[in-house]
C-alpha cells in the first residue's frame, strides 16, 4: 500500500492524516503479521510512546484496525482487511506460537460465529489458536 492509498483510507475512515499516523498506519500496512506498540515504537523509533499511541486509539474508534490479546502479554493490532466497515464477520483466526513467540493471521479460517443470548450483541471476537508453528516443529 502506497502512501497515497493510506491518506485515501485514513480520510475515508474520517482521520486527519498527521505525519505519524500515516508512519503508524503505513508500518501496520507492511507488516507481515500483527504488531504490538512495542514493535511499531522499534520501527518508529523517533516518535515518541504517547503519539503513536493515541494514534492507534483513533484508528481503533474508527474501525481502521483491529486489536486482540494473543497470550504474549500485549496487544496486537493489524489493519482491518475491509476498506469499508471493520466488523466481526471480517475477524479471522489468529495462531500463536508458543515456542518463538510470534503470532499469525489465518486469513482463510474465519472465526466461528456463535448465538448470543437474546439481547446481547457482539462487537468484536478474538479467537487465537495456540500451540508450535511449523517452522518451531522441526
Same mark, same amino acid.
Given at each position: ?59 481503533? *474508534? ?75 516443529? *522441526?
Amino acid at each position: 500500500m502506497n502512501m497515497n492509498d493510506i491518506v485515501k483510507r485514513l480520510d475515508s475512515k474520517g482521520i486527519r492524516p498527521t505525519a505519524v499516523r500515516l508512519l503508524v498506519a503505513q508500518v501496520l500496512a507492511e507488516a507481515t503479521s500483527p504488531l504490538s506498540l512495542a514493535d511499531i515504537e522499534t520501527v518508529l523509533d523517533t516518535a515518541p510512546k504517547s503519539t503513536i499511541f493515541r494514534a492507534l486509539n483513533i484508528f481503533l *474508534e474508527h474501525r481502521l484496525v483491529h486489536c486482540f490479546e494473543d497470550g504474549s502479554g500485549s496487544l496486537k493490532y493489524e489493519l482491518c482487511d475491509n476498506d469499508e466497515e471493520c466488523n466481526v464477520g471480517d475477524m479471522h483466526t489468529h495462531f500463536y506460537c508458543e515456542k518463538c513467540q510470534r503470532t499469525f493471521c489465518l486469513r482463510n479460517t474465519q472465526v466461528p460465529i456463535i448465538e448470543l443470548p437474546d439481547g446481547f450483541t457482539m462487537t468484536s471476537v478474538n479467537y487465537m489458536v495456540k500451540g508450535v508453528c511449523d517452522e518451531c516443529r *522441526e
